[in-house]
């Protein structure tokens, strides 16, 4: 069965570091999502792409954050300056359509020190 | 715009039912129910697009109110292997995607 899978699946950063996130989503979808969930905390939308532009995204989704589909397959978040509560695990998904099922990566543990 | 979700925690036996709710102050356009296991992805479990509509399948299923305000997860007979956190995911445009506050359900044998 196709499946989003995100790299690395664990990243060490220093605080003030930028990061990228990257993300292969399921080939046929047409919608890509990034989630963030802070250890013990609900599932956190960021960002909506659809059509190599953002739909839409969250007030957590700031000048920090960007996205990006470089080539045909992959899927990027980009933060800069990292900061101490940017922590978190964060989801890659994708979906055929806007509000259709969303199917999500194994996520990337990002722990800024 | 988050929708609420009750009850936050609820330990079962095994064999035992429960029913998880989700709620929004405003209509949705659509509610979806995903499981998540401790360290994984959520995984997506049913969606439902429709006042009224019911669906489900094996012993789990949900139901969404007419004025699409409110959906519940029902779980039958539960087993083991369902436990985790429960979100429900709302959306009130299509694009932004919203997660509950989550339930987290333990089935003890």
Redesign the interface.
């Known amino acids: 069965e196709p499946e989003v899978t995100q790299t690395p699946s664990h990243q060490v950063t220093q605080m003030g570091q930028e990061v990228i996130l990257r993300c292969v989503p399921i080939s046929n979808h047409l919608?890509f999502?990034w989630?963030r969930q802070i250890l013990g905390q609900?599932?956190?939308?960021l960002v909506?792409f659809?059509n190599n532009e953002i739909?839409?995204?969250?007030e957590i989704f700031d000048d920090q954050f960007s996205v990006e589909r470089p080539d045909g397959s992959n899927f990027t978040l980009k933060i800069r300056s990292t900061k101490l509560e940017d922590s978190a695990m964060y989801?890659c998904a994708s979906s055929e359509q806007?509000?259709?099922?969303?199917?999500?990566?194994?996520?990337t543990r990002l722990s800024i020190l | 715009q988050q929708p609420v979700q009750s009850p936050q925690a609820v330990i079962l036996r095994e064999g035992e039912d429960a029913v998880i709710n989700c709620s929004s102050s405003k209509a949705l356009y659509s509610v979806h129910w995903y499981r998540q296991k401790h360290g994984e992805a959520p995984v997506f479990l049913m969606i439902l697009l429709k006042g009224g509509e019911q669906k489900g399948h094996d012993k789990i299923s949900a139901s969404f109110n007419e004025k699409k305000q409110q959906s519940s997860l029902y779980l039958t007979a539960s087993q083991l292997s369902y436990s985790g956190t429960y979100f429900c995911g709302t959306s009130y445009t299509g694009n932004q995607f919203y997660f509950g506050t989550g339930t987290s359900l333990t089935v003890i044998p």
């Open positions: 919608y999502y989630y609900k599932v956190e939308f909506s659809y739909s839409e995204k969250s989801f806007g509000g259709q099922p969303q199917h999500f990566g194994d996520g």
